[in-house]
């Protein structure tokens, strides 16, 4: 996992794209507000630690339980859990593991906290503390700042469906290339579900290092 300082701005995507997994699709743009990272940790370097609310973990969970941010196509391991341990499995069945995508809080009008999904793991496992702004933050989460119409989306995001042609929808998981072709059409009705159109091979899905 790269590591960044909390709070600093985001950098860990090299195409300034946000690409948001839905139930019918991605959709991606780029994105006119700030990305501020939370929870980019690493060995060796130290991090907060200490006491969250009780309630937090639920809920981070939700929230990484929601729009996935920037799905790439390997696991990230935990650098501070024993050798050999692995990839980190998701704790609900939504999803079979952590570690492969991001996520994002609104933090106030026109920022944004960038987290990994593996931030649910550092806290519960590894004490880790998240700045006050960020669990403010979790507290107030509002999932529909990734449904249209919405002040986070921009009007020219792009949007690719996923071919539904005598396919079961995506599993949830890491990229496979079995599941790269898409068919891209024109913009969902805001607020509307696209997932019944008929569908046609379009181009392959973009792939993340």
Do not use: K
């Amino acid at each position: 996992m790269a590591y960044f300082a909390d709070l600093t701005p985001y950098a860990y995507s090299h195409t300034g794209e946000e690409i948001v997994w839905r139930e019918w699709g991605e959709l991606s743009y780029r994105p006119r507000y700030e990305r501020r990272n939370v929870g980019w940790l690493a060995a060796p370097h130290p991090f907060e630690q200490g006491p969250v609310p009780a309630w937090f973990a639920g809920a981070l969970l939700d929230i990484i339980d929601g729009p996935a941010v920037n799905e790439c196509r390997g696991l990230h391991e935990c650098e501070f859990c024993p050798p050999g341990t692995g990839p980190i499995a998701h704790p609900r069945p939504s999803r079979n593991w952590l570690a492969y995508y991001e996520i994002r809080v609104p933090a106030e009008p026109g920022v944004m906290f960038a987290a990994p999904s593996l931030i649910w793991h550092y806290v519960t496992a590894h004490d880790y503390r998240p700045p006050t702004a960020f669990v403010e933050a979790v507290r107030r989460y509002d999932a529909g700042w990734a449904a249209e119409p919405s002040p986070w989306i921009p009007p020219d995001a792009e949007r690719d469906l996923w071919d539904r042609t005598g396919e079961s929808p995506r599993p949830p998981g890491p990229r496979s290339t079995r599941w790269s072709a898409l068919s891209r059409r024109s913009a969902p009705t805001p607020g509307g579900s696209p997932a019944g159109a008929a569908a046609t091979p379009g181009p392959p899905s973009r792939s993340r290092p």
